[in-house]
Nanobody, 128 residues
Framework: QVNLVESGGGSVQTGGSLRLSCAAS????????MGWFRQAPGKEREGVAA???????SVADSVKGRFTISRDNAKKTVDLQMNSLKPEDTAMYYC??????????????????????WGQGTQVTVSS
């Protein structure tokens, strides 16, 4: 049984920080790109950050310079460090896993159906 379990969401004020963590189990973790999506009310789900099987990372332009992603293959975890949070970062954040052979598709262009596994989501709320 595949599980992606997120933790670390919460409420902070503008300028604050949060660290999201995702623990994976039930599949061959090393064969999958890992990352995060988010969805705000009334908006489409969007890619936030990703880390490939070789450890290379990327973040969306909207969070560049503020968010950092990392993965630990031994622990099968992926973390998202979020600094200088803004109200527009308020959303449900989802951990996601995508099989390596979809690597030619940008994380930020993936359709929800192209994501192999999803976590249940963790809420991040940033107040002004």
């Amino acid at each position: 049984q595949v599980n992606l379990v997120e933790s670390g969401g919460g409420s902070v004020q503008t300028g604050g920080s949060l660290r999201l963590s995702c623990a994976a189990s039930g599949y061959t973790y090393g064969n999958y790109r890992m990352g995060w999506f988010r969805q705000a009310p009334g908006k489409e789900r969007e890619g936030v950050a990703a880390v490939d099987t070789d450890g290379s990372t990327s973040v969306a332009d909207s969070v560049k310079g503020r968010f950092t992603i990392s993965r630990d293959n031994a622990k099968k975890t992926v973390d998202l460090q979020m600094n200088s949070l803004k109200p527009e970062d308020t959303a449900m954040y989802y951990c996601a896993a995508v099989i390596w052979w979809r690597g030619a598709i940008s994380w930020y262009s993936l359709l929800p159906s192209q994501v192999d596994y999803w976590g249940q989501g963790t809420q991040v709320t940033v107040s002004s």
